[in-house]
């Protein structure tokens, strides 16, 4: 039987907890839109182009309706190798799914998971800004979360499920190890 991948896991922990997994990452979409109605995920691959464009697979995009009215359609990235990684990707995904779902509002949100430090010169894009005299034509950005650089500690009282399961991908002593795995629990 073949082995689950590390991002299908990620995919299926959305799955089971998409609702607390917005309320952790994106919190001022439940003070600004209410409470969530209804939770849909959605297809994973965007439109081509071209027949002849590379396939495109979304990693997790989740469709949520809120007691207000809004829509807002979370695009969702897990990424454990940051140097396949590509902003300019996220930013293609990012205006089809605005094309596809224009009433929407559209959050890419990329999580890093690999347990490491990252070297500071060696840092993934963040943002593209492509001004000119004066004129903004192109601001993109995305929520940015790293687990590791996150303290596992410093959720041990968080009651959020998803959360707990994700402690051992945060940051810890080694000597501390054994109370993350049993927080996780």
């Known amino acids: ?10 995919k299926n922990l959305l799955a089971d907890f998409p609702k607390e997994a917005l309320e ?3 919190p001022e979409a439940k003070e600004t839109f209410g409470d969530v109605l209804k939770i849909e995920f959605l297809r994973q691959e965007p439109k081509k182009r071209r027949m002849s ?15 207000k009215g ?3 359609l979370w695009l969702v990235e897990f990424q454990e190798d940051k140097n396949r990684f590509s902003i300019h990707k ?18 890419p949100t990329v999580l890093f998971t690999d347990r490491k430090k990252w070297n500071k010169n060696k840092d993934v894009i963040r943002n593209i800004d492509i001004r000119f005299g004066g004129r903004i034509f192109l601001h993109f950005e995305y929520v940015f979360l ?6 596992a500690r410093d959720y041990y009282h968080y ?19 054994i109370e993350v795995i049993r927080q996780a629990l």
């Open 1 to 10: 039987m073949p082995q689950e991948s590390h991002d299908q896991n990620f």
């Open 24 to 26: 952790w990452i994106l």
């Open 53 to 67: 464009d590379a396939h495109l697979a979304l990693d997790m995009p989740i469709l949520f309706s809120f007691e």
């Open 70 to 72: 809004q829509i807002l």
């Open 90 to 107: 996220l930013l293609k995904y990012t205006t089809d799914s605005a094309e596809a779902y224009p009433k929407a509002t559209v959050i």
């Open 146 to 151: 790293k687990l590791f650089d996150l303290n």
């Open 159 to 177: 009651d959020n499920p998803l959360i707990k399961i994700l402690l051992p991908k945060m940051n810890y002593e080694p000597e501390e190890r």
